[in-house]
């Protein structure tokens, strides 16, 4: 898959809610034991977010709108997992 396909999927796929992002983000880093200031806003964000948690909820929506080709890979199962289900759901209702 060319990065311009990767490109063009990412700029129509919708985020997840800012609360997903929120709970994503405070899960990160309780994981990686990622202090609770803003030491790594400039880092992981724009630099005007307040804390870390607000720096890597930055970081989760640009890495989701722009998945380089492992991210495609690693999605590709869940994605196939999810579209079987749904299939199998809407042949059900037939």
Request: glycine share 4%; net charge negative; hydrophobic share 45%.
């Amino acid at each position: 898959m060319s990065s311009q396909a990767v490109i063009y999927v990412a700029e129509h796929c919708q985020l997840p809610p800012r609360a997903v992002l929120s709970r994503l983000a405070r899960a990160l880093q309780a994981c990686l034991r990622i202090p609770e200031d803003d030491s790594l806003v400039c880092f992981l964000g724009f630099g005007w977010e307040e804390n870390n948690t607000q720096a890597l909820e930055t970081w989760i929506k640009n890495t989701l709108m722009t998945p380089d080709e492992e991210g495609v890979r690693l999605m590709l199962p869940w994605l196939l997992d999810r579209l079987e289900r749904e299939l199998l759901r809407m042949e059900a209702s037939l």
